[in-house]
């Protein structure tokens, strides 16, 4: 059902040691709130909530200068850094509003996708995946590892979105459903597919970090590689399966060969090779098989454990003040702008 309603939006921003780029970051997505906002399309209310990962440099301290100094931001701190994956989940979970589009801090992506995603919203859509059209400002190693995940988590038989990476409109139900998955190993763009509901894409640009480095070193980038791939496919066990029969049939035509040597070649069969080689081959497919099982065991013994996945320490901004106004009007000892809570 198509409906035109203003709506209060949330930007959702995960920020781990972005001081460079955070005043730039603060000021466009700030003057696009107000630009849309003078366009109709979304509430006063709407907010801009930057989640402090645990960074070491002046992140937070920048974020609580935003909030003081009255602009439409909030700020959520995490007890230590979790992660880009934890981060973002806690600001959604955070936000409130009808729609809340998550982002990078780095403006990468370009901004002014958002207003599109909300003609999709407003057309009855609940997810609106941002796709980087061309990546040609990354680093050609950047470019080829991604798309090669892409197109590997795909063939494993994952659904996700090509070059979709955590830049996306979601409405307040999607938001609510995302709740319901409680993995701790957590890979969004994998998630937020199976949720369902009507999706759309918006196509964009790529580009360069406006400042500072990557927060993905290559480390990090294996890391979500890993948690993608064994927590949204089982096609790595499969090919266990799959090679041991092919070593099976291997090792049954080199008996066939051994038998006819011995028996119609009556030549003595020579040298260790041929037991050397296979024993050492077969040693390797066992490794491998054991370290992929062990990879799955790994997973299900952290799931099963279902730690939380991340805590907020402390919440700043205007909507907070709101409910800390609510809550204790009066702990007057407390800055109002700040308060610590979940
Ligand atoms: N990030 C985070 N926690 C981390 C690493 C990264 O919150 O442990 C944030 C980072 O601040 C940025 C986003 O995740 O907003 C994406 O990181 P980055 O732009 O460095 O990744 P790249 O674009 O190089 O893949
Ligand atoms: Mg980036």
Redesign the pocket.
């Known amino acids: 059902m198509a409906t035109t309603a203003v709506i209060r939006l949330s930007i959702v921003?995960?920020?781990?040691?972005?001081q460079e780029v955070l005043p730039e970051t603060c000021a466009q997505m700030t003057a696009l709130l107000e630009r849309l906002q003078r366009a109709g399309k979304i509430t006063a209310r709407s907010r801009v909530y930057f989640?402090d990962?645990?960074?070491r440099d002046e992140t937070w301290s920048l974020i609580c200068g935003f909030a003081r100094d009255g602009l439409p931001v909030v700020g959520v701190k995490l007890s230590r850094?979790?992660?880009?994956q934890?981060?973002?989940l806690a600001g959604l979970f955070a936000a409130e509003g009808d729609a809340v589009v998550s982002?990078?801090?780095?403006l990468?992506d370009d901004l002014d996708a958002i207003e599109t995603m909300l003609d999709r919203f407003h057309g009855g859509c609940d997810v609106v995946y941002g796709v980087r059209a061309r990546r040609e400002k990354?680093s050609v190693f950047?470019r080829f590892t991604?798309e090669s995940f892409y197109r590997l988590l795909s063939a494993m038989g994952a659904q996700t979105v090509f070059n979709h990476?955590?830049y996306r409109l979601m409405s307040r139900r999607a938001v609510e459903a995302l709740r319901d998955f409680r993995e701790v190993n957590l890979y969004l763009r994998g998630i937020v597919p199976l949720i369902g509901f009507r999706s759309a894409v918006v196509e964009y640009h790529r580009a360069s970090?406006f400042a500072?480095?990557?927060?993905?070193p290559l480390r990090?980038?294996v890391a979500l590689a890993l948690d993608a791939i064994t927590s949204f496919s089982v096609v790595p066990l499969r090919l266990i399966s799959f090679l041991g029969m092919l070593v099976f049939a291997g090792s049954m035509a080199v008996t066939v060969w051994a038998l006819w040597v011995a028996l119609v070649n009556d030549r003595v069969v020579p040298g260790w090779a041929s037991i050397v080689l296979p024993m050492y081959f077969l040693g390797g497919v066992q490794l491998l098989a054991l370290g992929a099982i062990g990879e799955y065991l790994g997973k299900l013994y952290v799931e099963t454990k279902s730690r939380p996945r991340f805590f907020v320490e402390q919440i700043v901004g205007k909507v907070a003040q709101e409910s800390f106004r609510l809550q204790a009007g009066a702990a007057q000892q407390v800055e109002p702008w700040t308060h610590a809570g979940r």
């Open positions: 921003v995960p920020c781990y040691n972005e989640v990962d645990g960074s850094n979790r992660g880009h934890n981060a973002l982002i990078d801090a780095d990468q990354d950047k991604a990476a955590d970090r500072g480095e990557s927060k993905y990090k980038m």
